[in-house]
């Protein structure tokens, strides 16, 4: 089993920036990616931001130029820098690993991330 334990989520003013951290352990026996979700109330969860194994990435349009995904490797610790936040940011975020291309992967619990005045 693999276990992602999620950090660094909170309540920040527009304008400002948070640091969410992932620690994946347990049985891990390869990392095809790791990547970032997010879920607003009512709407459906939506990829924020995905690091594979060699290095490519991809983000949401609506996140581009503002967040920053990094990978340590050596820890299985994935990261998203969020500067520039806007209250449309506001959501539970969620921290996904996948083993090998085409599984399902694995989920963490979220944080909780509130951008408002």
């Known amino acids: 089993q693999v276990q992602l334990v999620e950090s660094g989520g909170g309540l920040v003013q527009p304008g400002g920036s948070l640091r969410l951290s992932c620690a994946a352990s347990?049985?891990?026996?390869?990392?095809?990616?790791m990547g970032w979700y997010r879920q607003a109330p009512g709407k459906q969860r939506e990829l924020v931001a995905r690091?594979?194994?060699?290095?490519?990435?991809s983000y949401a349009d609506s996140v581009k130029g503002r967040f920053t995904i990094s990978r340590d490797n050596a820890k299985n610790t994935v990261y998203l820098q969020m500067n520039s936040l806007k209250p449309e940011d506001t959501a539970v975020y969620y921290c996904n690993l996948v083993p090998t291309i085409g599984s399902a992967g694995y989920w963490g619990q979220g944080t909780q991330v509130t951008v408002s005045s």
């Open positions: 690091r594979t194994n060699s290095g490519g990435t």
């Open positions: 347990g049985s891990i026996f390869s990392i095809y990616a």
